[in-house]
């Protein structure tokens, strides 16, 4: 054994030599060029903008209703996918829980919501369930106003309060649909095995979710869980058609009234930026989040 583990030794150490240190010029050379083009594009883009906004002063004038609307995007979103993340955990428990009429329940929520458009959902929530709702007497804003002026506060209710809360419901219970199958699998995905050692050590099924099976379970589900927020945030543009005032409703009432093409062009890719603004960082975030909890693993 003396003489076959430092043989083996060496060869391992030259297989790795050879993989880190002998990397071909031509990757060298196509990664630099790569990087020197990205630069060379973001270079000329902050130039666009610069002498854009030099000539005619848009981004001064525009920016502010832009960074309002996506002040209302972010707080949409974030709402929406607090709630969608209730939804969808709700209904992975009911996925796979052992009650039938629960499971089929969560079974044809998820199957229904899935494949129909969420723009036709949120026109039904609004018109539909919205309709229903406030004939037997409930109205969002009423409520909001009336508890928010116990705290005094009410001043902060908007006048777009039912259609903020019908849009965030409809956004939210779309999401919780997808969300389901996200943490089902990702419950689905932790080993048996280890519920059952749990279970043999004196943990009831509530602790073994709790302790063992869901830590394990948000790892894996961080990053389609991000996914789908970034799609959330990109998706709320569509409440516009119910009236709300978000970045893409600022956007296109900026924009379409210009008569020169290329004022219209500024607008949208400002707009655009700022969704970039909001949805890299959730990006890093995850990846972020998705090596700290690897590091368990490695």
Same mark, same amino acid.
């Given at each position: 054994?003396?003489?076959?583990?430092?043989?083996?030794?060496?060869?391992?150490?030259?297989?790795?030599?050879?993989?880190?240190?002998?990397?071909? %010029?031509? /990757? $060298?050379?196509?990664?630099?060029?790569?990087?020197?083009? #990205?630069?060379?594009?973001?270079? !000329? *883009?902050? =130039?666009?903008?610069?002498?854009?906004?030099?000539?005619?002063?848009?981004?001064?004038?525009?920016?502010?209703?832009?960074?309002?609307?996506?002040?209302?995007?972010?707080?949409?979103?974030?709402?929406?996918?607090?709630?969608?993340?209730?939804?969808?955990?709700?209904?992975?428990?009911?996925?796979?829980?052992?009650?039938?009429?629960?499971?089929?329940?969560?079974?044809?929520?998820?199957?229904?919501?899935?494949?129909?458009?969420?723009?036709?959902?949120?026109?039904?929530?609004?018109?539909?369930?919205?309709?229903?709702?406030?004939?037997?007497?409930?109205?969002?804003?009423?409520? %909001?106003? /009336? $508890?928010?002026?116990?705290?005094?506060?009410?001043?902060? #209710?908007?006048?777009?309060?039912? !259609? *903020?809360? =019908?849009?965030?419901?409809?956004?939210?219970?779309?999401?919780?649909?997808?969300?389901?199958?996200?943490?089902?699998?990702?419950?689905?995905?932790?080993?048996?095995?280890?519920?059952?050692?749990?279970?043999?050590?004196?943990?009831?099924?509530?602790?073994?979710?709790?302790?063992?099976?869901?830590?394990?379970?948000?790892?894996?589900?961080?990053?389609?869980?991000?996914?789908?927020?970034?799609?959330?945030?990109?998706?709320?543009?569509?409440?516009?058609?119910?009236?709300?005032?978000?970045?893409?409703?600022?956007?296109?009432?900026?924009?379409?009234?210009?008569?020169?093409?290329?004022?219209?062009?500024?607008?949208?890719?400002?707009?655009?930026?700022?969704?970039?603004?909001?949805?890299?960082? !959730?990006?890093?975030?995850?990846?972020?989040?998705?090596?700290?909890?690897?590091?368990?693993?490695?």
């Amino acid at each position: 054994m003396s003489f076959v583990e430092p043989s083996l030794e060496r060869r391992s150490l030259h297989r790795f030599e050879k993989r880190t240190v002998g990397a071909p %010029t031509w /990757q $060298i050379v196509s990664n630099g060029l790569f990087y020197v083009v #990205v630069l060379l594009g973001v270079g !000329l *883009f902050v =130039y666009y903008l610069y002498t854009f906004q030099r000539g005619q002063g848009k981004l001064i004038l525009y920016l502010p209703f832009l960074l309002d609307g996506a002040r209302v995007t972010l707080i949409v979103s974030t709402l929406s996918m607090v709630l969608a993340t209730i939804f969808g955990l709700i209904g992975a428990l009911g996925r796979l829980t052992r009650f039938a009429p629960i499971r089929w329940l969560a079974t044809v929520y998820v199957e229904v919501v899935r494949g129909t458009p969420i723009l036709v959902q949120l026109l039904l929530w609004y018109y539909g369930v919205g309709y229903v709702l406030s004939s037997i007497g409930f109205d969002p804003y009423s409520i %909001t106003f /009336q $508890i928010m002026t116990a705290l005094q506060s009410n001043s902060l #209710v908007p006048d777009q309060m039912n !259609l *903020f809360f =019908y849009g965030i419901i409809g956004l939210s219970f779309n999401y919780g649909a997808y969300l389901t199958e996200v943490f089902r699998s990702g419950i689905e995905s932790v080993s048996k095995g280890q519920t059952e050692a749990a279970l043999s050590l004196g943990l009831n099924s509530r602790q073994t979710m709790r302790h063992i099976v869901l830590p394990q379970a948000l790892r894996i589900t961080i990053p389609p869980f991000t996914n789908y927020f970034m799609t959330l945030v990109q998706d709320s543009s569509l409440l516009s058609v119910l009236g709300v005032i978000e970045l893409n409703h600022q956007m296109f009432g900026l924009a379409l009234p210009q008569t020169d093409a290329n004022v219209k062009m500024f607008v949208f890719v400002l707009g655009s930026l700022l969704y970039l603004a909001i949805c890299y960082p !959730l990006s890093l975030l995850a990846r972020f989040l998705e090596a700290r909890f690897a590091r368990a693993y490695s």
